[in-house]
């Protein structure tokens, strides 16, 4: 079972949410964005991680606009499933953006960051770092395309944090003039051949049909939408 959720902003109330009681080994929560745990590096924290990470199932996010980025990238990087991960604890990690992952027989494309404009404080981390993140190095792009295209270019699911600009733009949200992360996103809509499309930016929880979910505090089991 493949559960997706959005944004958490620290808060671990949305882990005790009843349908997580549904997961058992080898399942899966994805989180689109804006973990929020991942911040000051105190022992506080770090035990929350771990105490997360030991969960029986798997815990997976990929980054949104406010995270703490220099303390994200002291943890270790690895291969996992097919795509770059860093292992923060456990069964907790992060799916580094661009990789295309084979999560329980699911190929899952995962591209966190983006703009930072919207719903929420900065990050006490590095400008330099934090840019990185909204405005991605054209090197990443390139992986990201070349990574959709070993896959044939389609997967079953996308999670990012940033919606495409157009998905943006149609739900009445603002759109930055240099918003990267959404433009490039919105020429993958265009590219690739997708079952759903995830994104936690906007703090909504409304499906747009046929195919794009934005999501905030419900979950739902990827598995059983049509």
Not at 20 to 42: H, P, Q
Not at 84 to 96: A, D, E, K, Y
Not at 159 to 175: H, N
């Amino acid at each position: 079972m493949i559960l997706i959720t959005g944004d958490v902003h620290g808060d671990t109330a949305r882990f005790s949410h009843r349908r997580l009681r549904e997961l058992k080994k080898g399942d899966t929560l994805i989180v689109c964005g804006d973990l929020g745990l991942i911040w000051d590096g105190s022992d506080r924290e770090k035990r929350v991680l771990k105490k997360l990470g030991k969960r029986r199932y798997d815990i997976l996010f990929v980054e949104g606009a406010h995270e703490n980025f220099d303390e994200l990238e002291k943890y270790p990087a690895e291969q996992w499933c097919g795509g770059m991960t860093r292992c923060i604890s456990g069964n907790l990690r992060q799916l580094v953006r661009g990789g295309v992952f084979n999560i329980q027989g699911k190929k899952v494309f995962a591209f966190g960051g983006g703009s930072g404009e919207v719903n929420g404080g900065s990050a006490p981390c590095n400008e330099l770092t934090a840019s990185r993140y909204e405005v991605p190095p054209a090197e990443e792009l390139e992986a990201a395309d070349r990574n959709l295209a070993a896959a044939g270019n389609e997967v079953d699911y996308v999670v990012s944090y940033e919606p495409p600009v157009t998905m943006a733009e149609f739900l009445d949200q603002k759109v930055s003039a240099t918003d990267t992360v959404g433009v490039y996103l919105d020429r993958k809509r265009a590219d690739i051949k997708f079952r759903f499309w995830f994104f936690g930016k906007h703090h909504l929880n409304k499906t747009v049909p046929p195919k794009f979910m934005a999501l905030f505090d419900s979950v739902v089991n990827a598995e059983t939408l049509k």
